[in-house]
């Protein structure tokens, strides 16, 4: 197969890795929930959700705001944004590392992992790890049993990411309901 033309590579917003660790502390999937919406209302108010989501954001970002569960996600991503280096932080990098670590076939790591994404879909280092992130949020039940099976869900990531990080981005939310 040959290389698909390079994507822009460009840094992962905190918006981004925010809704990537509400997604995965509420076991749903991106688009099962509106960035309109805050940490509480998600959280149909559980006290210790919030706290733990609150606990891995101060973990991910240099500070999060005290009342940062009280914000709609487009709000709280917008106020970790200052201090975010574009790239993945050490929650986030720990998910990403615990998903390829646990899910993966012998042999296939971060690197072949971000090997693959660079020559199949063209992307650069922090697009793949925008891509890794989210398929933290659709990983297996199971270890996967070969290598082409681990390509599959790394494809199937790059997919859900590419269409995730661009079209919000120009597609009114009303219109991605429908999506």
Do not use: C
């Given at each position: 197969?040959?290389?698909?033309?390079?994507?822009?590579?460009?840094?992962?917003?905190?918006?981004?890795?925010?809704?990537?660790?509400?997604?995965?502390?509420?076991?749903?999937?991106?688009?099962?929930?509106?960035?309109?919406?805050?940490?509480?209302?998600?959280?149909?108010?559980?006290?210790?959700?919030?706290?733990?989501?609150?606990?891995?954001?101060?973990?991910?970002?240099?500070?999060?705001?005290?009342?940062?569960?009280?914000?709609?996600?487009?709000?709280?991503?917008?106020?970790?944004?200052?201090?975010?280096?574009?790239?993945?932080?050490?929650?986030?990098?720990?998910?990403?590392?615990?998903?390829?670590?646990?899910?993966?076939p012998s042999g296939f790591?971060i690197s072949s992992a971000?090997?693959?994404?660079?020559?199949?879909?063209?992307?650069?280092?922090?697009?793949?790890?925008?891509?890794?992130?989210?398929?933290?949020?659709?990983?297996?039940?199971?270890?996967?049993?070969?290598?082409?099976?681990?390509?599959?869900?790394?494809?199937?990531?790059?997919?859900?990411?590419?269409?995730?990080?661009?079209v919000p981005a120009v597609?009114?939310?009303?219109?991605?309901?429908?999506?």
């Amino acid at each position: 197969a040959t290389a698909t033309p390079a994507v822009v590579d460009t840094p992962i917003r905190a918006v981004d890795i925010l809704a990537a660790i509400v997604s995965q502390k509420l076991k749903k999937q991106l688009s099962e929930f509106p960035l309109s919406k805050s940490i509480r209302n998600l959280s149909n108010a559980k006290l210790t959700l919030q706290n733990e989501i609150m606990g891995d954001l101060q973990g991910e970002f240099s500070s999060a705001p005290d009342t940062g569960e009280e914000l709609p996600l487009e709000e709280l991503g917008a106020s970790l944004a200052p201090g975010h280096s574009g790239n993945l932080g050490k929650y986030s990098t720990s998910l990403v590392s615990r998903a390829i670590g646990g899910k993966m076939p012998s042999g296939f790591n971060i690197s072949s992992a971000t090997a693959h994404l660079s020559k199949t879909w063209g992307l650069g280092p922090q697009r793949a790890n925008a891509v890794l992130l989210i398929a933290t949020i659709m990983e297996p039940a199971m270890r996967l049993g070969s290598e082409a099976e681990g390509k599959a869900w790394l494809d199937a990531a790059a997919q859900a990411s590419l269409f995730l990080l661009v079209v919000p981005a120009v597609v009114p939310e009303a219109l991605l309901d429908v999506l």
